[in-house]
T-cell receptor
Framework: KQEVTQIPAALSVPEGENLVLNCSFT??????LQWFRQDPGKGLTSLLL?????REQTSGRLNASLDKSSGRSTLYIAASQPGDSATYLC???????????FGKGTKLSVKP | KAGVTQTPRYLIKTRGQQVTLSCSPI?????VSWYQQTPGQGLQFLFE???????NKGNFPGRFSGRQFSNSRSEMNVSTLELGDSALYLC?????????????????FGEGSRLTVL
């Protein structure tokens, strides 16, 4: 059964800092891994989707990597801004489970 | 193009009542999934529909049910509401069903329906 863990649960950084969010999963037989952002009281916004055959994906200041062998994914945010403050969730998809399995998220606070 | 639309956005019910939530997927998307989000449990999968058929179901009691219409719009229903059903209910759509090799598509979420049970 797939389990997804995100550490740390919360992170506070000063504006301009580069940061890394971590996601680990127990079953390496995934089809893809997706990173989302959630603002308070809002739905999820898809940030990046990495297929199992890919090692990384980039979008603007965001870069996500995937290492299936170690069961890990990282989301790198460059030059953080206060507008990046949100909860970041990763979700793994694959195997017989068609649904995405979510981590509990990392709540990021970027201070001006 | 329009994103995933969920209605109503907020609602308050009392224990024992029932509730129906609606989800309109992105145009062209045929798969609709439902998730429950609570502070304690995080995001938990409820069920997925594709071509009006339930393709996958999470570990929720039978009080939680859903359906999908021919235009891909979906509804979920919760009967005999309990206090613990208070949550944000999120709907997501994708092009294809999330089973097997087709399980490679990006999932897009709506803003959710915030249910409070008193």
């Amino acid at each position: 059964k797939q389990e997804v863990t995100q550490i740390p649960a919360a992170l506070s950084v000063p504006e301009g800092e580069n940061l890394v969010l971590n996601c680990s999963f127990t079953d390496s037989a995934i089809y893809n891994l997706q990173w989302f952002r959630q603002d308070p009281g809002k739905g999820l916004t898809s940030l990046l989707l990495i297929q199992s055959s890919q090692r990384e994906q980039t979008s603007g200041r965001l870069n996500a990597s995937l290492d299936k062998s170690s069961g890990r994914s990282t989301l790198y945010i460059a030059a953080s801004q206060p507008g990046d403050s949100a909860t970041y969730l990763c979700a793994a998809s694959g195997g017989s489970q068609g649904n995405l399995i979510f981590g509990k998220g990392t709540k990021l606070s970027v201070k001006p | 193009k329009a994103g995933v639309t969920q209605t109503p956005r907020y609602l308050i019910k009392t224990r024992g009542q029932q509730v129906t939530l609606s989800c309109s997927p992105i145009s062209g998307h045929r798969s609709v999934s439902w998730y429950q989000q609570t502070p304690g449990q995080g995001l938990q999968f409820l069920f997925e529909y594709f071509s009006e058929t339930q393709r996958n179901k999470g570990n929720f009691p039978g009080r939680f049910s859903g359906r999908q219409f021919s235009n891909s719009r979906s509804e979920m229903n919760v009967s005999t509401l309990e206090l613990g059903d208070s949550a944000l209910y999120l709907c997501a759509s994708s092009l294809w069903p999330r089973i097997g090799a087709a399980n490679t598509g990006e999932l897009f979420f709506g803003e959710g329906s915030r249910l409070t049970v008193l």
